[in-house]
């Protein structure tokens, strides 16, 4: 089974700043992770899939990056909306796996 | 527009079977891989299984010997029920779908999930 460690656990960032969300596998993957977001009370909100292809809707801002067991989020200017816990998944063996989440918060 | 819901008891007995369903509204289920996802409270996703339309089946092996997921597409219904249920079963239960891409697929489609409480 994949790990994914997410850091860091809590992100407390101002609107307008950049936020850098990172996933680690325990083992190398291949392009087969994808991001999503949650916001209380909300079921998950699919951002980014393919390393870095932005799902159906998602603004620009959100861009997905990495390779190997290295891969981060990035959500170049925070809007007051993406405060939020975001979670990584790889999704291209059995079982599919989540990362533990990073909360992004407002500080 | 496709939507997703959930339904089933959401107070189950340790040691019995958990039911729930999930009816598809608004597009078909043909062509579509379909998984059940829980969440325990304040935790993070733990994915379940999920079922291609024509009934094949795929578990997470921590979960394969309790669970079952079955579907029926002439209600757009699928289906999860888990046995000998014991209080770590506590979770808020998500049904959706996964996007249609060649190759393996996130999900792209989530239901607005269900609680689910393990209680005597």
């Known amino acids: 089974e994949i790990v994914l460690t997410q850091s860091p656990g809590t992100l407390s960032l101002s609107p307008g700043e950049r936020a850098t969300l990172s996933c680690r596998a325990s083992q190398t993957l291949s392009s087969y992770i994808a991001w999503y977001q949650q916001k209380p009370g909300q079921a998950p909100r699919l951002l980014i899939y393919g390393v870095s292809t932005r799902a159906t809707g998602i603004p620009d801002r959100f861009s997905g990056s990495g390779s190997g067991t290295d891969f981060t989020l990035t959500i170049s200017t925070l809007e007051p909306e993406d405060f939020a816990v975001y979670y990584c998944q790889e999704y291209g063996s059995s079982p599919r796996t989540f990362g533990q989440g990073t909360k992004v918060e407002i500080k | 527009q496709v939507q997703l819901q959930e339904s089933g008891p959401g107070l189950v007995k340790p040691s019995e079977t958990l039911s729930l369903t999930c009816t598809v509204s608004g597009g078909s289920m043909t062509n579509y891989y379909w998984s059940w996802i829980r969440q325990p409270p304040g935790k993070g996703l733990e994915w379940i299984g999920y079922?291609?339309?024509?009934?094949?089946?795929v578990y997470n092996p921590s979960l394969r010997s309790r669970v079952d997921i079955s579907v029926d597409t002439s209600k757009n219904q699928f289906s999860l029920k888990v046995t000998s249920v014991t209080a770590a079963d506590t979770a808020v239960y998500y049904c959706?779908?996964?996007?249609?891409?060649?190759?393996?697929?996130?999900?792209?489609?989530w239901g607005q999930g269900t609680m689910v409480t393990v209680s005597s």
């Open positions: 079922i291609f339309y024509t009934g094949t089946a």
């Open positions: 959706l779908r996964h996007l249609a891409v060649a190759g393996p697929k996130p999900f792209d489609l």
